[in-house]
């Protein structure tokens, strides 16, 4: 069986050069890892500050979309307080264009069904009053009464 050596152990063939070179082999890779080591912990450094970062800027969107559903309540209210004739269900959305959007559709149906009531309410309107006298149909008449009509009308 051949000798087995361990790590710490060289080879008894090796030369001083050899080692040396060894030597300088594994001093530039120790000052390599340590460069490595150090990049990792300034990334990891990154890295946190990042993470801050954006929980920072979570906390502020979460803020403004709070302000946005607030105002866009208000402008809700404002909405349906100038225009009493629409009906507060037809208007939804989340956002001032989710409202306006859906304000201009109310508006839209507001109007249609106010076009169609006063239609059928000129075609059911009816004359205040007795309707206007023509005159009469003497055509139709006798000669007699013909004679009396004109008595009467002229008289």
């Known amino acids: 069986m051949a000798e087995e050596t361990k ?13 040396t070179v ?12 340590k460069q490595l080591e150090t990049e990792i912990e300034n990334a990891n450094a990154k890295l ?8 920072g800027r979570d906390k502020e ?12 309540a208000k402008y809700r209210q404002i909405i349906l307080s100038g225009s009493p004739d629409v009906p507060e269900e037809l208007i939804k959305g989340e956002t001032v264009e989710e409202i ?7 508006r839209q149906v507001v109007e249609k069904v106010r076009r169609g009531l006063e239609g059928k ?7 205040a009053g007795a309707p206007p006298r023509s005159p009469l149909d003497v055509s139709a008449m006798s000669p007699q009464e013909k004679i009396g009509y004109a ?3 002229g008289g």
């Open 48 to 55: 946190k500050t990042h993470v801050t970062e954006l929980a």
């Open 121 to 127: 309410q000129q075609l059911e309107r009816v004359p």
């Open 100 to 106: 306006e959007a859906s304000f201009k559709q109310a």
């Open 7 to 19: 790590p710490e152990q060289l080879p008894s063939t090796g030369t001083v050069d050899d080692i």
């Open 22 to 33: 060894l030597r300088q082999t594994l001093s530039e890779r120790e000052n390599s890892l």
């Open 61 to 72: 969107v979460s803020d403004l979309r709070g302000k946005l559903g607030g105002a866009a």
């Open 151 to 153: 008595l009467i009308k």
